[in-house]
């Protein structure tokens, strides 16, 4: 007798992650309850399987779903806003200013549902978020169906969220404890950078941390002129300032770690930490090139992350897994440095083992959540195709991304004949928040209010 599943997904080819380089063909993977309960053959699944529903992808692969490990998701409602300037007046001059004007829950909703439709249309099912109005972007990631890790934000200065580290610290807590049973989200404690953070209020986020059991994600070492300013002002490098803080673990992820000497590396490998890789934000903002290939030789794990559209200024791991991957051999030159398949372990299973789920997605394993993506290969572009693996390192891109699902369930499909269809977001509701905010945030600058 047939074993009857929700559904049954067809595939020309799949690349479940684990076990490493491995490529299967004309295989199918049967979905109960959200949940991966068996994949084989074609032929096999056939006579032991039926199902409410059959996809046929005949010209496609099918993979885990992507996970961005670092990004400000509002912050795509200041896509462009500043572009070709470097970190702090970029930060100081422009982005901050322009957030005292249009910070609000009601811009981190929007913003973040703009981000996370953007995000599910390039294969991206999890993102790790850091911003204001954490409540607002929860409920966002929800009404897209994205599976999200919400960043608490701390900072020692007041904005239009909250007005010192304490008040950021309960009301991130308070967010935490309204969200804590949605199936789709899990938190973070979010200090946003040593420069901008006291001993203190690190000292209580590692405390707090520890007895919520959350994790910490921050950005580190992006720049020199922040690991200058720590020599000077608290006489270290940030990475030993935390170290002696207590702050570097398993749980901790650091974005971007543009620049670590030798100590660093091994310090970060000996605890168990996170990088968050961002090259197309740490291009575009001259922060340099993080050397990635001396990371994984130390055993860190490395993730893949956008970063904001602001800084990037698009949400696209198809574009990071390429750049990640000629980068780290450019510099080293190494051309053996980060496969296609590392680069593609790098925006799946790295950034689910970052985020303590990876028991639970980043792979395509029975027992794991049905968090899938189907990339169509059929385009000419894409031909001939000698190698399935390498053509999703370095020749896919996002507008490929033909299925996306969460847990089993269907959030973006692009038929043929359309641009594509998001199960529950409305394009016209996208426009409407571009033209609304737009026109808000060109008013200020008009008035010369961001100088």
Request: aromatic fraction near 8%.
């Amino acid at each position: 007798m047939k074993q009857t599943v929700d559904l049954i997904i067809e595939t020309r080819w799949l690349i479940p992650i684990i076990p490493k380089n491995i490529l299967l063909e004309h295989q199918a993977v049967m979905i109960q309850a959200g949940e991966i309960v068996a994949f084989c053959s074609i032929s096999e699944a056939l006579q032991h399987f039926q199902a409410n529903e059959v996809i046929q992808l005949s010209e496609h692969v099918l993979l885990p779903g992507f996970i961005n490990l670092h990004t400000h998701a509002a912050m795509n409602l200041m896509r462009g806003l500043a572009d070709d300037l470097p970190l702090m007046p970029w930060l100081e001059k422009h982005i901050w200013p322009a957030e005292q004007k249009v910070l609000s829950e009601n811009f981190v909703y929007d913003g973040t549902l703009l981000a996370c439709a953007e995000m599910l249309r390039g294969g991206i099912t999890t993102f790790n978020d850091m911003y204001f109005y954490p409540e607002s972007a929860a409920k966002a990631s929800i009404k897209a169906g994205m599976r999200a890790n919400i960043g608490l934000v701390v900072l020692e200065f007041a904005t239009q969220y909250a007005h010192n580290a304490e008040s950021y610290i309960d009301k991130g807590t308070q967010a935490r404890d309204a969200f804590k049973n949605e199936p789709l989200i899990t938190f973070s404690f979010a200090p946003h950078a040593p420069y901008t953070v006291s001993d203190e209020t690190f000292t209580t986020l590692n405390t707090l941390s520890a007895q919520i059991n959350i994790g910490i994600h921050t950005h580190l070492h992006e720049t020199i002129a922040e690991i200058t300013h720590g020599e000077q002002v608290h006489g270290m490098r940030p990475v030993a300032r935390l170290a002696k803080l207590g702050l570097l673990g398993a749980s901790t992820t650091f974005a971007h770690c543009v620049h670590l000497n030798t100590i660093e590396v091994q310090m970060l490998a000996e605890n168990g930490c996170t990088i968050a890789h961002c090259p197309s934000s740490n291009l575009k903002l001259a922060s340099g090139i993080a050397p990635i290939t001396e990371y994984f030789k130390a055993g860190i794990n490395i993730g893949l992350g956008t970063d904001g559209a602001a800084s990037n200024n698009r949400l696209d791991l198809f574009t990071e897994m390429r750049l990640a991957a000629l980068l780290a051999k450019g510099l080293s030159g190494d051309a053996t440095s980060v496969s296609a398949h590392q680069a593609l372990e790098m925006a799946t299973v790295n950034g689910a083992k970052a985020l303590g789920l990876d028991e639970k997605i980043g792979s395509i394993e029975v027992g794991k959540l049905a968090d899938l993506i189907a990339v169509k290969l059929d385009d000419i572009n894409m031909q001939p195709c000698f190698d399935v693996i390498s053509h999703l390192a370095y020749v896919a891109e996002r507008e490929q991304v033909s299925h996306v699902w969460v847990n089993g369930d269907l959030k973006y499909h692009k038929p043929s004949s359309s641009s594509g269809i998001y199960s529950n977001i409305e394009p016209q509701e996208l426009v409407d928040i571009v033209n609304k905010w737009q026109t808000k945030i060109d008013g200020f600058r008009s008035n010369n209010k961001f100088n």
